[in-house]
């Protein structure tokens, strides 16, 4: 028995019966502000260097955020040196307003004003760990004491405000997060926003931001909706302030905290690309974006090349996203299952022939090409994989159409090559398979010339004529016959050579390729003589050639010495 979870104490929801978050739903995207130039760069073992802090800042403008917060300005020379650089430079776009970090300290409140001059727009965010854990462990203060360090910073901060908006007349709003917020008692994380705001004295075309952090996850995402909702209802002023969610993932859970947060009244989110930051990283503001893109929500940041998003994150930050990373992996959009090939194959061809205009592919929630990936490697092979996959491969990518009788032979031969190669087979070697088996059987019967023609009957019906050359063992023999089509004259013909135990059951044509140099395949169905199917596959610029091809294809796999390889 594992007894040491004894040691833990486990987390008092709030008792908040109230709530309304559970039935609601995610109809507009929140505020999003990213954190990866501080709270991402941060927690990075090599944080980047000016050059890569300036590439990532394009990256983030580009893909729409308008609200980035560019670091801690009053921590480092390096920290400072970003903010000055991208005021002298001119790199923030009117558009996009800046956001710097500071606590509630004035030696520090003042270096931040220092850095921040120049700047068109800044949000200035500064904060205090207010929770029970952090004043009983580290400052060693009651709830009171935490007020005071805010309501001093919050003072400071405003009187710093008047003075540089006269001189320059920046825009520089606010912005404060009780840390720890929901490690914090409910009523005392209101009660020092309240004091905070009696300060600041935000209005409803001047709002205050109010953070509130789950600085450490320590429950269930509901219990961090309860926190929000609760909060939202019980702060005064509500028209006077936006209230910002800023998710940790330490459970793992952080996307969920995110979007239930929103359902219970949040309207911005603080986060990162692909989750970077302290210990298990910050909500990802990509996932969760792409969420709500998923559900017909524009999330109103565009991740649609996603594939360059992603190579300007592991570049700077000397970081790899994983390979199962929602929407951004390499292996995301990938298929091993046989079920799941079958099923992904027909939703593509269910939408190919209903012209829906909705996206109804099982087991892919959004279209891969609208973050910039490839149908190519959505079906990937290897021993798993069913008859389905190998099939979907050969017409996603070479145009062969096979009849669904074929694809469990088909499948098996892929199997069976997997099996033997311990791996996943490439594109290119299921055609191989494809074609040694299909396509260059060429014995014991080869066809060496014909001729198709037409006339009619006594009876004035018309009839076609085969005449034509096959070899058979190192002999020529000419061969003939007649029948309603093609296909039945030349069955007729075959009996000259002693094949007539075959029975024609189907066949299924289709091009691949257009123009002028357009060939016809013909995948052709017959009853051997032991009762088993018979597959052949035959090609020609000509269809009729094309299904005699099948046929005597068919036959050879059938008769030759050795079985299917």
């Keep these: 028995m594992y007894t040491g979870c004894k040691k833990y104490i486990p987390f008092k929801p709030i008792a908040f019966k109230e709530r309304t ?58 920290e400072y040196e970003i903010m000055r650089t991208l005021i002298e430079r001119n790199l923030i776009p009117d558009d996009v307003t800046v956001q710097v ?49 805010a309501v001093e910073g919050a003072k400071l901060i405003k009187q710093l405000t008047d003075e540089e908006v006269k001189k320059s007349g920046t825009n520089i709003r606010y912005e404060y997060s009780p840390e720890s917020f929901s490690g914090t008692e409910i009523d005392n994380s209101i009660l020092i926003c309240e004091k905070v705001m009696d300060i600041l004295q935000p209005t409803p075309e001047n709002k205050l931001i109010l953070n509130l952090p789950n600085t ?38 952080a996307t969920a905290a995110t979007e239930l947060g929103i359902m219970a009244g949040a309207d911005r989110v603080e986060g990162t690309l692909f989750g970077n930051g302290e210990r298990t990283g910050n909500a990802d503001v990509m996932v969760a974006a792409m969420n709500m893109y998923s559900q017909g929500v524009d999330p109103g940041l565009d991740f649609s090349n996603i594939g360059n998003i992603r190579r300007v994150f592991e570049k700077c930050t000397k970081m790899k996203v994983h390979q199962r990373h929602p929407y951004a992996g390499d292996l995301v959009f990938t298929a091993f299952s046989g079920s799941h090939q079958d099923a992904i194959n027909k939703g593509f061809a269910y939408m190919k022939k209903s012209g829906t205009q909705y996206w109804e592919v099982p087991y892919l929630p959004i279209d891969p090409a609208d973050v910039g990936r490839e149908y190519e490697p959505v079906i990937r092979i290897n021993s798993q994989s069913g008859k389905g996959g190998a099939a979907f491969i050969m017409q996603q990518d070479y145009g062969f159409e096979l009849p669904k009788a074929m694809h469990t032979e088909f499948g098996a031969m892929v199997k069976a090559a997997c099996d033997k190669a311990g791996r996943e087979l490439k594109s290119q070697e299921i055609y191989g398979i494809f074609k040694k088996n299909y396509l260059d059987v060429s014995a014991p019967y080869c066809l060496k010339k014909y001729k198709l023609y037409e006339d009619n009957d006594v009876s004035g019906s018309a009839q076609v004529h085969f005449e034509g050359v096959i070899r058979f063992k190192d002999a020529d023999r000419e061969i003939e016959g007649c029948g309603n089509g093609p296909i039945s004259a030349f069955f007729g013909a075959l009996k000259q050579v002693g094949i007539s135990d075959y029975k024609f059951v189907t066949y299924r044509e289709n091009a691949v390729s257009s123009g002028e140099n357009s060939k016809a395949v013909s995948y052709i169905h017959l009853t051997a003589p032991d009762g088993s199917p018979a597959f052949g596959v035959g090609i020609d610029n000509n269809i009729s050639l094309a299904s005699i091809k099948g046929i005597i294809c068919a036959i050879n796999r059938t008769e030759k010495t050795g079985g299917i390889e």
């Design 101 to 149: 970090l500071v606590q509630a300290r004035p030696h520090l409140i003042k270096k931040t004003f220092e850095a921040i001059k120049g700047a068109k727009n800044v949000i200035v965010h500064f904060y205090n760990s207010t929770s029970t854990l952090q004043r009983k462990v580290v400052f060693k203060t009651d709830m009171q004491g935490v007020i005071d360090i």
């Design 216 to 253: 450490v996850e320590m429950a269930t995402p509901n219990c961090y909706a309860d926190q929000i909702e609760y909060f939202c209802r019980h702060i005064s002023r509500r028209g006077s302030v936006i209230i910002s969610l800023h998710p940790h993932n330490d459970r793992g859970t």
């Design 21 to 78: 978050w559970p039935d609601k739903i995610i109809t507009k995207p929140p505020v999003w502000c990213s954190v990866d130039m501080r709270d991402g760069n941060q927690a990075l073992i090599d944080p980047m260097n000016l050059e890569e802090k300036l590439l990532y800042f394009q990256t983030l403008v580009d893909v729409g955020f308008k609200e980035i917060e560019v670091g801690f300005p009053s921590a480092s020379e390096t």
